[in-house]
């Protein structure tokens, strides 16, 4: 039978699990693999919790799933030197919103800290994984998690000069790899136009109609599709997608529903083959927005569906 101090440690734990799966889900890039890393984590929290000190709980915590995620990054030796695309995140996954939202909030500060829009949008998390784990940690404290120069330092084992350095260094890359408009990332509010390019966006798709879907989308519109290693640059790239998505010999019909996924706009898109009763769950599109038109889209398999609670299935 556990003692009354183990059973205060895991209530007092639990409290802080969605929130490091967020962080170590900025770390990692990976819906899957940030779960993994938490129960990482309160493994290696619950072995050695005879040193906890409760006032310190949050912050020993934070500690122990970053350096979780360190240790995982350097196993698996992921990093790149610079990102043109989501292409080259191969372990790029989403976060659906219905996961986010369910987030508490804690009497360290409130749950939009953690889940603020532009540091939870694919952008944000793609640019991360230019950086060495431990710039990134570096960043995520200060930026994201509002830590101290010290608390910063404490996180990541180092000096303070040491993690400051480690910041500006951070920082300088990042805007190098945001998109150019991002002179930082404070959190924004969705917008009307968002979703209006999302109606039209599924009205599109669920007609057929190859003009109406480039009519809402940049010229210089980009598509990916993690894990595949393929980028679509331009109009006239996307141009043999919308084809065989939309012409004669394409597989079939499409319904969409609208939903979000790492607080963007997006659409989860059924198809309904030649012959098949129902529309079956097919893909996820997560849209970026800029200047009143769709900028990118970077297209998921159908693993999110139910996470966001979506059917896998809709009668025809």
């Not at 890393?37 to 949050?58: I, M, N, Q």
């Not at 409130?110 to 431990?134: G, K, M, Y």
């Not at 919308?242 to 319904?255: P, S």
């Not at 059924?270 to 200047?291: I, N, Q, T």
Request: net charge negative.
């Amino acid at each position: 039978m556990t003692s009354l101090v183990e059973e205060d440690f895991a209530a007092e734990a639990e409290r802080y699990r969605r929130e490091l799966h967020v962080h170590c889900y900025r770390m990692l890039a990976s819906y899957d693999e940030a779960e993994d890393a938490v129960g990482d984590t309160y493994l290696r929290a619950w072995r050695s919790r005879e040193g906890f000190e409760p006032p310190h709980l949050r912050a020993w915590l934070y500690r122990i799933a970053t350096n979780v995620c360190i240790d995982r990054q350097r196993a698996q030796a992921r990093r790149l030197s610079a990102m043109r695309s989501y292409a080259e995140v191969s372990w790029l996954t989403p976060y659906p919103d219905t996961v986010l939202d369910e987030l508490p909030a804690t009497e360290e500060g409130p749950d939009s800290v953690a889940v603020s829009r532009e540091t939870i949008e694919l952008a944000f998390l793609a640019a991360l994984q230019v950086l060495p784990p431990r710039q990134r940690a570096a960043l995520l404290a200060r930026e994201v998690l509002g830590m101290t120069a010290a608390e910063t330092a404490a996180l990541i084992g180092t000096t303070v000069p040491a993690a400051n350095s480690a910041l500006q260094r951070a920082r300088e890359t990042m805007r190098r790899h945001l998109p150019s408009h991002r002179t930082d990332w404070q959190a924004r509010p969705a917008s009307a136009e968002e979703s209006e390019l999302l109606a039209a966006f599924i009205d599109a798709h669920e007609r057929c109609d190859a003009a109406a879907a480039l009519a809402v989308a940049a010229t210089d519109l980009r598509v990916t599709m993690p894990p595949l290693p393929v980028c679509f640059d331009g109009r006239d790239a996307v141009a043999p997608l919308l084809e065989r998505a939309f012409g004669e010999e394409r597989e079939g019909d499409w319904r969409l529903l609208p939903t979000a996924l790492n607080r963007m706009p997006a659409a989860a898109s059924y198809l309904r083959r030649p012959g098949d009763s129902a529309f079956r769950a097919f893909k996820v599109d997560v849209l970026r927005v800029e200047d009143g038109v769709i900028a990118e889209i970077t297209t998921f398999g159908p693993q999110p569906f139910g996470l966001l609670g979506l059917p896998t299935l809709l009668p025809a």
